[in-house]
């Protein structure tokens, strides 16, 4: 089944969410507390193809008139976006990414005492 024809009706959808969450950036992040889900996968057949968190974002996005947004294509994008880190343990951006990662909260904590 192609979502080509749908991507029009989900992009007055996105529209809504920027208005009701300033970005979809910060809706998507919300669902996981501002903080990527670091995964520590060993192997290719260990990195599953969704996740309760995509189930949950999928479940919203349909329930505010998305569509084509499956668990699976959600968990994709998740991966992509960079909300959850599945780069096996072996893999040089697995640490790259954790340190982006205590980067970011170390960043988040000085801000907020200033």
């Known amino acids: 089944m192609l979502c ?10 996105i529209l809504q969410i920027q208005v009701e969450f300033g970005s979809f950036s910060d809706y998507c992040w919300k669902f996981v507390n501002n903080k990527p889900i670091k995964n520590e996968f060993r192997y290719g057949r260990q990195v599953p193809v969704k996740n309760p968190k995509a189930e949950l974002i999928s479940k919203d996005m349909m329930r505010r008139g998305f569509q084509c947004v ?12 960079g909300l959850v880190n ?13 340190v982006t990662i205590k ?5 988040e904590v000085k801000e907020t005492k200033v």
């Open 4 to 13: 080509i024809p749908k991507s029009h009706g989900n992009s007055y959808t």
């Open 70 to 81: 499956g668990p699976k294509v959600i968990y994709s994008f998740m991966q992509v976006a």
């Open 86 to 98: 599945d780069h096996l343990i072996t893999c040089f951006r697995y640490q790259e990414c954790n």
């Open 103 to 107: 980067t970011e909260i170390k960043t």
